[in-house]
Each structure stands twice: as structure tokens, then as C-alpha cells.
């Protein structure tokens, strides 16, 4: 089956810091999605992005699809940013990475 | 549009007893999908509902099961419940269209088992 690799598995950043969280997957797959999940555990859908790129505010998302790898763009990070950010991906069902945490301080 | 809705947002059980998770799919969405998030894990799958049949399945014994109904809302059953089945439990809904679809998210409900 597909495998999804994240990285790095563990951030931790100052406030107003830029990040780049990295996605690969081992074949090709219909749908990539970014997610975020906050220190509630809500998951938040951040992009779908099976490939191009996309921006929203602070973050943007690259995918690659022929290259088989996603980039997740944080700018300017707040505290707000902190959580777990996990790269899903399917053709059938939903395949995870195993999340990048990401620690904002002020 | 309304998102996922999931129902209750705790609950603490007993071993060896029988629980029901509920999940509202959001409007419009015609595919539920349900999984199990331990403390510092990424989710697993559990299986997903399309059009009221089960069409896919996780490594998840029978004792998990559920439904879809004709609103495409959903239920998670577990029987005889162990201490390992303490997590959070995402249900998830997308439209299934060809082979290119986004999922949303409930918020979740987080099962204890004592």
C-alpha cells in the first residue's frame, strides 16, 4: 500500500518563525490533503491539494504530484500554529503520515 | 453548509460494555468514514460507509461495527469494550465523485474505558 512519510516529525519554533513541513508518498494517489490538528484534538483541513499550489493567509501548500511529494509553507507562525500536522492521502481510503508537531512559543 | 457533527463529546465506560458513537456527515456528503486516535498517534482507519454499505475496512475486530443511514449519518458500535479501545473517534465525511474527494472532520468523541 501506499506509504506516507513525514518530516520532520517534531518543530519547535519562535514566534514570527517560517516553516516548511514535508510530505512524500510512495505512489501515485487522487487526493493529498493538509490537516491540522489543535491541542483539542479537532482536525482542521487546511488544503486539498492532490497537486499545483495553493495559498491561504499565512500558509500555503505545493504538491508535486509526478515528483510524489507535498510542501506545507507556515509564514510568520503565531502561537495559534501549534498542533499536529498530519499530510492524508487516498485513492480509495485515507492514508496518514504520522504528523509533524509543530510547538510555536511566544 | 452544516459540518460534521459528532455526538456525545465524552463518554466513560465500563469494561465489557457496549457503546454507540453518532456522527451527523456534512450536508451534501454521501460517504462517512470513522477512525480511532490514541493519545499521540496519527488516526487509524476503522472502515467507511458508502451509500449505506460498508466499502472498506481497517484492521479493526468485528466487535467494531456500524451503519450508515439513508441521510448519510453514521454509527459506531463497539462491543464488549477493553481498556485499549480508550482514544478519540473521528468520523469523517466526503462526497464520492469519481475518484477525487475532500474530507471534513468532527470534533470528535473521546471514549474512556475504566
Known amino acids: 500500500g501506499i506509504q506516507v512519510e513525514q518530516s520532520p516529525p517534531d518543530l519547535i519554533l519562535q514566534e514570527g518563525a517560517n516553516s516548511t513541513l514535508r510530505c512524500n508518498f510512495s505512489?501515485?494517489?487522487?487526493?493529498l490533503q493538509w490537516f491540522h490538528q489543535n491541542p483539542w484534538g479537532q482536525l482542521i483541513n487546511l488544503f486539498y491539494i492532490p497537486s499545483g499550489t495553493k495559498q491561504n493567509g499565512r500558509l500555503s501548500a505545493t504538491t508535486v504530484a509526478t515528483e510524489r511529494y507535498s510542501l506545507l509553507y507556515i509564514s510568520s507562525s503565531q502561537t495559534t500554529d501549534s498542533g499536529v500536522y498530519f499530510c492524508?492521502?487516498?485513492?480509495?481510503?485515507?492514508?496518514w503520515g504520522a504528523g509533524t508537531k509543530l510547538i510555536i512559543k511566544p | 453548509e452544516t459540518g460534521v457533527t459528532q455526538s456525545p463529546t465524552h463518554l466513560i465506560k465500563t469494561r465489557g460494555q457496549q457503546v454507540t458513537l453518532r456522527c451527523s456527515s456534512q450536508s451534501g456528503h454521501n460517504t462517512v468514514s470513522w477512525y480511532q486516535q490514541a493519545l499521540g498517534q496519527g488516526p487509524q482507519f476503522i472502515f467507511q460507509?458508502?451509500?449505506?454499505?460498508?466499502?472498506g475496512r481497517g484492521n479493526f475486530p468485528p466487535r467494531f461495527s456500524g451503519l450508515q443511514f439513508p441521510n448519510y449519518s453514521s454509527e459506531l458500535n463497539v462491543n464488549a469494550l477493553e481498556l485499549d479501545d480508550s482514544a478519540l473517534y473521528l468520523c469523517?465525511?466526503?462526497?464520492?465523485?469519481?475518484?477525487?474527494?475532500?474530507?471534513?472532520f468532527g470534533s470528535g468523541t473521546r471514549l474512556t474505558v475504566v
Open positions: 469523517a465525511s466526503s462526497l464520492m465523485t469519481g475518484t477525487s474527494y475532500g474530507y471534513t
Open positions: 492524508v492521502c487516498s485513492n480509495y481510503q485515507l492514508i
Open positions: 505512489d501515485s494517489v487522487n487526493n
Open positions: 460507509y458508502y451509500r449505506e454499505e460498508e466499502n
